[in-house]
């Protein structure tokens, strides 16, 4: 489904690049730290540009993970899966698409996955520390191992030195696209009320059900 923006944001485009010892350790320490949680809450803002266009959309999002469950949010979108099933709610549209969760799409925001998606399908760079809102950053680049599939170039990613946590990152398209994530809150292990993993068809009267 192609209903979500978050996801794009997380493919890139460009060969050649090797993995070095700096970052991978780095991103391997992430994503150790992601598995251990039993849930995880966070919110983040989302920026889209393009100067040949005209396109300038800033928006916020959520996402809530317990497991292999979750519950995401862009603007007005929302994603909800209780691990067997996927509920994409298409605001503008009046329309919910219902699906296999093992059929998820790519471009959906499943949460754990986007927030270690450099596990599988990319090759990493270390470029160097930085700052970033006064923070002391890690600097990374992240290129896939299959790029003429994919029609983005860069992603780069900001880990804060102190947490280890991911803070920002960027990504550019061949369009001229830039689409920009930034952590606004994390929060580890909250409690989550089981009720935000499951489709309540009366929290959204008027919707179409679409059951692919």
């Given at each position: 489904?192609?209903?979500?923006?978050?996801?794009?944001?997380?493919?890139?485009?460009?060969?050649?690049?090797?993995?070095?010892?700096?970052?991978?350790?780095?991103?391997?320490?992430?994503?150790?730290?992601?598995?251990?949680?039993?849930?995880?809450y966070m919110e983040f803002s989302?920026?889209?540009?393009?100067?040949?266009?005209?396109?300038?959309?800033?928006?916020?999002?959520?996402?809530?993970?317990?497991?292999?469950?979750?519950?995401?949010?862009?603007?007005?979108?929302?994603?909800?899966?209780?691990?067997?099933?996927?509920?994409?709610?298409?605001?503008?549209?009046?329309?919910?698409?219902?699906?296999?969760?093992?059929?998820?799409?790519?471009?959906?925001?499943?949460?754990?996955?986007?927030?270690?998606?450099?596990?599988?399908?990319?090759?990493?760079?270390?470029?160097?520390?930085?700052?970033?809102?006064?923070?002391?950053?890690?600097?990374?680049?992240?290129?896939?191992?299959?790029?003429?599939?994919?029609?983005?170039?860069?992603?780069?990613?900001?880990?804060?030195?102190?947490?280890?946590?991911?803070?920002?990152?960027?990504?550019?398209?061949?369009?001229?696209?830039?689409?920009?994530?930034?952590?606004?809150?994390?929060?580890?292990?909250?409690?989550?009320?089981?009720?935000?993993?499951?489709?309540?068809?009366?929290?959204?009267?008027?919707?179409?059900?679409?059951?692919?």
């Amino acid at each position: 489904m192609k209903y979500l923006i978050v996801s794009l944001f997380f493919f890139s485009l460009t060969a050649l690049a090797q993995n070095d010892e700096k970052s991978q350790e780095l991103l391997n320490k992430m994503s150790k730290e992601i598995k251990s949680l039993s849930s995880f809450y966070m919110e983040f803002s989302f920026t889209m540009k393009n100067a040949a266009t005209g396109e300038d959309t800033k928006e916020s999002g959520k996402g809530y993970v317990k497991g292999d469950k979750f519950n995401a949010s862009l603007g007005d979108n929302e994603i909800i899966s209780n691990g067997i099933k996927i509920w994409t709610v298409v605001k503008e549209e009046n329309v919910t698409y219902e699906s296999a969760a093992d059929d998820e799409d790519e471009e959906s925001i499943n949460p754990k996955r986007l927030m270690t998606i450099w596990e599988s399908g990319f090759k990493n760079k270390y470029v160097k520390q930085d700052k970033l809102n006064g923070k002391a950053v890690h600097v990374i680049n992240l290129f896939p191992t299959n790029p003429g599939e994919v029609q983005y170039h860069t992603i780069t990613l900001y880990i804060d030195v102190a947490s280890s946590e991911l803070s920002k990152a960027i990504m550019k398209t061949k369009d001229g696209t830039t689409m920009s994530y930034e952590i606004v809150s994390f929060k580890k292990n909250p409690e989550i009320v089981a009720s935000k993993f499951v489709y309540d068809t009366k929290k959204y009267p008027g919707y179409k059900l679409i059951r692919d």
